[in-house]
């Protein structure tokens, strides 16, 4: 749809559910199109089709995280959206991602007219996933109906849809320390060849015992966590507080 024609559109609110309204990487221009000519569009590059606020008094906390995957800042509105987007920066089948991707119209029987979701996730496999995040104990009837028609949208051109809600706190635990060793500038070839190479040899050992045996603790923790967020070394991220005595071992490999 071309600009004026979508100007008209939205004028009248004639407009068909799933027309989305976006911003490409290098456009600052939002454009219209409908999810069945435009789906192909990488929208893990996008713009966000709003602006984050900040103001005195805000109930919510927005703010930018430097993703990894992405090698720039992804905005989010929220701690539990900023939560999300540590695990999704630190899942390995995550390609790239982009935060509030495009405006989706919704069928008039809805409560709202359009919604803008969250996330629009690409996977490795070339696959897309649009995520909402919302905790499960603010989730109204009304937000039900809203993501479940989005879902019933982004299924009709294959995409998959998620709504997210808050994260198990040990594994939250765990992604706040290991994401503080995310940069590339924590990894240090020599290091990092020592610390595969024994767990190769030796196979599943703490943390304590690893860096010990491959040189000065000072210097090889840091490349041993960075190689945790990586998953090149692998650790339990879900049920165990992360500590000294933690087993590692190569992701290939079982403990």
């Given at each position: ?5 979508a ?8 407009i ?5 309204t976006y ?7 939002p454009?219209t199109g409908?999810?069945?000519e435009?789906?192909?569009?990488p ?11 900040a103001?005195?008094?805000?109930r919510?906390f927005?703010?930018?995280w430097w993703?990894?995957t992405n090698?720039?800042h992804?905005?989010?509105?929220s701690?539990?959206e ?5 695990l ?8 790239g991602?982009s935060s509030?991707p ?5 069928p008039?029987?809805l409560?709202?007219?359009?919604h ?18 919302r905790?499960d104990?603010?989730?109204t009837p009304?937000d ?6 989005t879902e019933?949208?982004?299924?009709t051109?294959?995409?998959a ?6 994260l198990?706190p ?22 990092a ?5 024994r ?8 943390i304590?015992?690893l ?12 490349p041993?966590?960075h190689?945790l967020?990586k998953?090149q ?7 165990r507080v992360?500590h000294?005595d ?5 992701n290939?490999e079982a403990?």
């Amino acid at each position: 749809m071309g600009h004026a024609a979508a100007a008209e559109a939205y004028a009248g609110r004639d407009i068909a559910p799933g027309t989305l309204t976006y911003r490409e990487q290098f456009s600052s221009a939002p454009r219209t199109g409908h999810l069945a000519e435009c789906w192909m569009i990488p929208f893990e590059n996008s713009l966000p089709i709003r602006r984050l606020t900040a103001f005195k008094g805000q109930r919510n906390f927005a703010g930018l995280w430097w993703c990894a995957t992405n090698q720039r800042h992804v905005g989010f509105e929220s701690w539990c959206e900023r939560d999300n987007l540590m695990l999704l920066d630190f899942d390995p089948d995550v390609a790239g991602f982009s935060s509030q991707p495009f405006r989706i119209d919704l069928p008039a029987s809805l409560p709202q007219s359009s919604h803008v979701p969250d996330y629009f996730i690409r996977l490795a496999d070339g696959s897309a996933v649009v995520i909402d995040v919302r905790p499960d104990s603010r989730v109204t009837p009304a937000d039900q109906e809203i993501f479940q028609a989005t879902e019933d949208l982004c299924a009709t051109v294959g995409w998959a849809y998620r709504r997210l809600g808050g994260l198990p706190p040990v594994l939250l635990a765990k992604l706040q320390w290991l994401s503080g060793y995310r940069h590339p500038r924590f990894f240090r070839a020599s290091a990092a060849a020592k610390l595969l190479d024994r767990l190769a040899v030796d196979g599943p050992m703490s943390i304590r015992s690893l860096a010990i045996a491959t040189g000065d603790p000072v210097t090889t923790l840091a490349p041993l966590f960075h190689l945790l967020w990586k998953q090149q070394i692998s650790t339990d991220v879900r049920r165990r507080v992360l500590h000294y005595d933690t087993v590692v071992w190569l992701n290939s490999e079982a403990p």
